[in-house]
């Protein structure tokens, strides 16, 4: 090497160890390529090789061997009806209904609250948003204790006890049900996002375009819709996507019909040791998310600069709601009693029930709650302030929310200064793209992905299944995003002048971060944290596949409670699951804001 080179390289070497920044970014592209980009090449590579499984039923097949075994049987072969294309169908249709129900929901409430004149606007704008915060398979819990019949769930729901008319299996089961309780749960993308964007309209545009001779539906049409397009794009790719990919709700209401859609056909192919088929189908959900957001962005990507703000003033004159204002109020009212209230109360009696299908008060008890082993009772399940086993969940729930969100908001931190700090450089558009690749994995997929990934050591690093180790990472990488987009906008906010200036008076980076970086970013630290904390307290399709007795957490013993029909202990350990979410909303009320929750992965 010349003497020449030899300069330019020490000089860029003292250059380098000056911008810690850059060392940051290299340095957990690296981490991040690992922890996302591999293990999706894992799951191509196991889709063209057979596995143990497979030696079963394909003569003189080796292990490890390439083969199109996998893709034949999915995609071509006599089994491929019931493996692939009935849960893709399922799935779309799933996805479909849920998009077009959650975001007209999502778009009136949003309307109602920021454009017309109706009251409580401060209440109903909080409370809309409850939903989403609690699990999406809690609706599903309430929704089966209500409309359940004899005919599958065993026992009868309150509805029929009550009435006497035992429902239909469309109705309690299957494809209806799973979309009007995910889109109860789903509207608040819509809502959020809507609200946001109706609020930068300027009303003095509906108005010019009214005095010009448009009806209202023209000016919807040609002003109002163009100007809010963005947001109906982001609520529907939010909407679809994790519709698609969400495993309890289809988990609790499909599959005691034997209705799969592909996160249950996925958890179905694992459980039977079925690695390859459950890879692939792994892989197409991946890229049926991937493709949902590159069609939207390809739609609104060239016109996502329309301007709803300008110096010349801004209005926003609310409708006047007239004579239906009092019907719309109480209208709003009795839905938020019926999709947030009511499934508490459902839950919390059906705790108390000590016979399954009788409501009445003669068959309450505390037994579930507080009663001891009894082996000709439940089970023999003690109650479930008794149970180790329900103590152990908590326990582990706890830890790994607190775990997961500390890591989370440090990292989230750490990305976001080398992210801001090289912007406009490829280093930082590079660090941002990899760091938002977790959000297309649907949870189920990415839990399928590290199960095969960690299943064995990976170079110097162990095998992990089975560890609390792996449930906090995914929880971690899953989480990326969100934490991610936090410290970048806290970062934002932070004028460089004051790093500079600490830097020329001598002050080290670590010093430079810890007095200054952190306590100026501290609410992108607790958005980060608290974001991650309620999602891994709620997280079931992500963990799922990665449970094991000695590492259960409240969500799976919920479902295990569920597919053995001990509804009581499963709907009790809900109501706790839940108590402890609200008790991290109220943190996030009082430290981040209402609304800092949205955003966050779903179970």
């Not at 819990?141 to 006890?161: C, E, H, K």
């Not at 200036?501 to 970086?517: C, F, H, Y």
């Not at 009320?589 to 992965?601: A, I, K």
């Amino acid at each position: 090497m010349s003497e020449k080179k030899t300069n330019k390289l020490r000089f860029a070497l003292s250059r380098l160890s000056y911008r810690k920044d850059i060392i940051i970014a290299i340095l957990f592209i690296i981490i991040f390529s690992f922890l996302i980009i591999v293990p999706l090449l894992e799951v191509v590579i196991t889709s063209f090789t057979y596995q143990s499984y497979d030696l079963r039923v394909v003569k003189g097949a080796e292990e490890g061997a390439f083969t199109f075994y996998h893709y034949i049987r999915v995609f071509a072969s006599e089994m491929s009806s019931s493996i692939f294309y009935k849960p893709l169908l399922n799935s779309l249709m799933v996805g479909a209904g849920v998009t077009v129900l959650a975001m007209f929901l999502g778009s009136i409430f949003a309307w109602l609250i920021v454009r017309t004149n109706i009251p409580y606007k401060r209440f109903l704008e909080s409370v809309m948003v409850i939903p989403y915060m609690m699990p999406s398979w809690v609706l599903a819990l309430a929704w089966l204790m209500i409309f359940q019949n004899d005919r599958v769930g065993g026992s009868i729901g309150i509805f029929t006890y009550f009435t006497g008319i035992m429902m239909p299996n469309w109705f309690s089961y299957g494809l209806f049900p799973i979309i009007i309780c995910l889109a109860l749960h789903y509207y608040a993308y819509s809502f959020l996002l809507m609200s946001g964007a109706l609020r930068t309209v300027d009303s003095q545009l509906e108005e010019a375009g009214s005095v010009a001779g448009l009806s209202k539906l023209q000016v919807l049409r040609k002003i109002t819709f163009p100007l809010v397009l963005p947001a109906l794009g982001s609520s529907f790719v939010l909407t679809f996507t994790r519709s698609m990919g969400t495993f309890g709700t289809p988990a609790l209401l499909g599959l005691p019909v034997r209705f799969f859609n592909l996160p249950t056909q996925i958890y179905a192919s694992i459980n039977t040791r079925n690695i390859g088929d459950g890879f692939l189908l792994a892989f197409v959900l991946v890229v049926l998310s991937g493709a949902a957001i590159l069609i939207n962005s390809k739609i609104i990507g060239v016109r996502k600069n329309f301007v709803t703000m300008s110096g010349k003033g801004f209005r926003s004159k609310p409708d006047l709601l007239g004579r239906s204002k009092p019907l719309i109020t109480t209208l709003m009212i009795v839905f938020v009693f019926l999709v947030i209230i009511l499934p508490v109360l459902v839950l919390a009696w059906s705790s108390l029930t000590k016979t399954p299908g009788d409501y009445s008060f003669s068959n309450l008890t505390t037994h579930f709650w507080i009663g001891e082993s009894d082996p000709n009772f439940a089970s023999g399940e003690p109650g479930i302030l008794r149970n180790d086993g329900i103590l152990s969940g908590i326990w582990n729930s706890i830890r790994l929310g607190v775990f997961a969100a500390l890591i989370n908001a440090f990292v989230g931190i750490l990305v976001g200064y080398a992210v801001v700090r090289n912007r406009g450089s490829k280093l930082s558009g590079t660090l941002e793209a990899v760091s938002f690749t977790p959000y297309v994995f649907p949870s189920i997929a990415l839990g399928a992905i590290y199960l095969g990934m960690f299943a064995n050591s990976v170079g110097p690093i162990p095998a992990l299944y089975g560890t609390f180790t792996l449930l906090v990472l995914i929880v971690v990488v899953k989480n990326m995003p969100f934490s991610t987009r936090s410290g970048i906008s806290a970062i934002l906010q932070i004028d460089t002048s004051l790093e500079e200036t600490a830097m020329m008076q001598g002050v080290p980076w670590l010093k430079r971060l810890r007095k200054i970086i952190f306590p100026l970013s501290k609410s992108g630290f607790l958005s980060g944290m608290i974001l991650t904390f309620i999602t891994a307290m709620r997280e079931l399709s992500l963990l799922i596949l990665l449970v094991t007795p000695g590492n259960r957490v409240l969500t799976t013993i919920i479902f295990s409670y569920e597919d053995q029909e001990q509804v009581q202990h499963a709907n009790g350990v809900t109501l706790i699951l839940l108590l402890i979410i609200i008790a991290a909303i109220i943190v996030v009320r009082r430290f981040v804001g209402s609304n800092s929750v949205l955003g966050s992965n779903n179970n």
